[in-house]
């Protein structure tokens, strides 16, 4: 290699039992994957973040599953990857570079072996800390093949991929609301409250890579490919959050305090929230490429590349809320704690897996009354909330490119191209508060129906016993809340399109020199980037006062473009020595483009006032 790259090669995929291609490459010098529920899903490059570097399928830009433009790394199955190449120095030639390193993947290209491949495998799983969510599994499987074959006498190629993975998830969590005090001996720290869970995902990802290439003259190739992928992440959340130090439960006098922190009491009048959370994220991966490559007898080569890839993904998070009773008229429990640089454990009186005792509810009545648009009405606190995000990332990529060879000279071969890439994202937000369909006075609970309880969840990691559990899904689905969409500003402004346009023209140099008894080789080059940046967004507008208080809020579009250009030249040699020595060399001008969330042309703003003055602040 020419530049400073770490590289891996199918053989070595193939041993290896990684559920996706991030688990392949963060085994290379320099990277580190970052984990999600136990699986890999982002890398970092030598310690920045994942927004800093860029991920190619065959040299061609990709859209992401994410919020940003880091590509997800467990949307690709490693089975169907033949190769990667992680460039931590840019040339002028490779499009789409990151600042930290760039992450090309590679498929089969069938007429590159002579030989026919039929390769099929399957793997068990299993995850040894059980079932922690009631109706969640502890088993799971995956599956792979792979067909790869030659035919027109090795004139066209056909490689077709495809795996399938369920796999269960399993974690405990323990998170604290925060801690109240300074840790001074008058005013000891103490834990403010506790919102730990217990989550079990069930991840379902389909993926399928097909290639088709046809030497139609010996100077001319064609190679169509495309990458689908199908990926369902489904979580389901439970614990017991509970009001502590920040609430208005009293500490009993008889606690024990040690290095500035109180490590053992006990809170009465402590009212639970139960949580049933569920958050379910699909997504859809489509990518497509059509390569024609032209080498010519004289030297020179050419090659027109159009590629294109989308995504669109749903997540929908859904909170309901459950507990003795509503706000103040419920029976109330006797925590006691225990906490330690491991966290805090809990004991209790109650039995909140009692179908009996623990219903539908807002045992906290947070969030106050909320009035609709349409006049709906919530009272006693909201019962839940509902959220549901709809994205599309959606890219067209257009290259050109021509070369000469030279055969004398300290200069192997020159080229020359232009890249055209056109990018838009949109964002469209969906928030509701949830209420209970019964609570028409705002004193009303509801059981939990007994077609929906699905047993109870063990929280006795926490010293919490166990809780009830159902599928709050299918209690929205059934029509046992009404939704009443939150008006607030925050969620106005986070809708947003972004469409984003970049013109490359780049000229490289590739060097092949004698030094002596060394061997010089590299390239030098510049990339000129024209961009033209546009994004749409939200105003939020206060237009006064609901008859509950609450802000009522109206919106007005916010067009913001931009266009700028960037000029980046880079050098990169690689002087080997007859010993095998090496001593690699790189300079060069990078950029890296804006997260897409943050280029949301988005503006809030409120005002306090007092007397005759008023105070304006907002953000954007």
Known sequence: AEQIVESISAEDIGKLPDASIAESIARLPGLTSQRVNGRSNAISIRGFAPDFSTTLLNGREQTSTGDNRAVEYDQYPSEIVNAVNVYKTPMASLIGQGLSGTVDMRTVRPLDGTKRIVSVGARGTYTDQGKLNAGSSDTGFRMNALYVDQFANDTLGIALGASYLDEPYQVEEFNAWGYAGDGTPGNPYIIGGNKSFVTSTRLKRFGVNGTLQYQASPNFMVTVDGFYSSFDDDQSKRGIELPLFWSGASLQDDYSASDGLITQGAFDDVEGVLRNDAFQRHAKLYSFGWNNTWKGDDGWNAVADVSYSRTDRNELVVETYSGTGRAGEGATDTIGFSSSSGGTVFTHLLDYADYDLIQLTSPQGWGGTQIGPDGTTITGGQDGYYN?????????????????????????????????????????????????????????????????????????????????????????????????????????????????????????????????????????????????????GATAVYLGTNANGSPDIGASERNESTDYLDVLPSLNLSLRFPSDFVIRFAAAREIIRPRLDDMRASLSWGYTVTGDVAQVTGSS
Not at 431 to 451: H, K, Q, R
Not at 456 to 483: C, K, R, W
């Open 388 to 536: 549901d995000r709809k994205i599309r990332d959606e890219l067209w990529q257009l290259r050109l490119e021509v070369a000469k060879e030279i055969d004398r000279g300290p200069l192997r071969s020159v080229q020359a191209g232009l890249n055209y890439t056109t990018r838009s994202k949109r964002l469209v937000p969906e928030e509701y508060f949830l209420g209970l369909a019964a609570n028409t006075d705002g004193t009303v609970s509801v059981p939990i129906p007994e077609d929906a309880r699905l047993g109870a969840t063990d929280l006795d990691y926490l010293g919490l016993g166990s809780m009830v559990s159902y599928d709050p899904v299918a209690l929205v689905d059934a029509g046992l809340y009404n939704l009443v969409a939150n008006p607030y500003g925050d969620v106005v402004v986070k809708a947003y399109a972004i469409r984003e346009k970049i013109m490359t023209a780049y000229t490289q140099a590739n060097i092949d020199a004698e030094i002596g008894s060394a061997h010089l080789t590299g390239n030098v080059g510049v990339q000129a980037n024209w961009v033209d940046q546009n994004s749409k």
